[in-house]
């Protein structure tokens, strides 16, 4: 006789769970970053989902805004640098 037990068929514990994700595609965009990562980087993430993957809706003024966060971010890092 088979030993049961509480859990279902689907469910299933992983030893690390933040390292599991359930993708959807048709569903979810999914962009990825380290959890170190910078401002910018995060903002390019985006924007790569954003460019390479199809909406239902209008995102160009979120990618014009990601855009510009990017622009002045890296322009503040450099003028951040010149006055060292």
């Given at each position: 006789?088979?030993?049961?037990?509480?859990?279902?068929?689907?469910?299933?514990?992983?030893?690390?769970?933040?390292?599991?994700l359930?993708?959807?595609?048709?569903?979810?965009?999914?962009?990825?970053?380290?959890?170190?990562?910078?401002?910018?980087?995060?903002?390019r993430?985006?924007?790569?989902?954003?460019?390479?993957?199809p909406?239902?809706?209008?995102?160009?003024?979120?990618?014009?805004?990601?855009?510009?966060?990017?622009?002045?971010?890296?322009?503040?890092?450099?003028?951040?640098?010149?006055?060292?």
């Amino acid at each position: 006789m088979r030993k049961t037990t509480s859990s279902s068929n689907t469910e299933h514990e992983f030893t690390d769970t933040n390292r599991h994700l359930v993708e959807v595609p048709d569903t979810f965009a999914i962009a990825r970053w380290r959890r170190d990562a910078d401002v910018v980087t995060i903002a390019r993430c985006i924007l790569g989902t954003l460019k390479y993957e199809p909406h239902a809706s209008d995102t160009t003024a979120l990618r014009d805004a990601l855009e510009d966060l990017i622009e002045h971010e890296i322009t503040r890092e450099i003028e951040k640098h010149r006055a060292r």
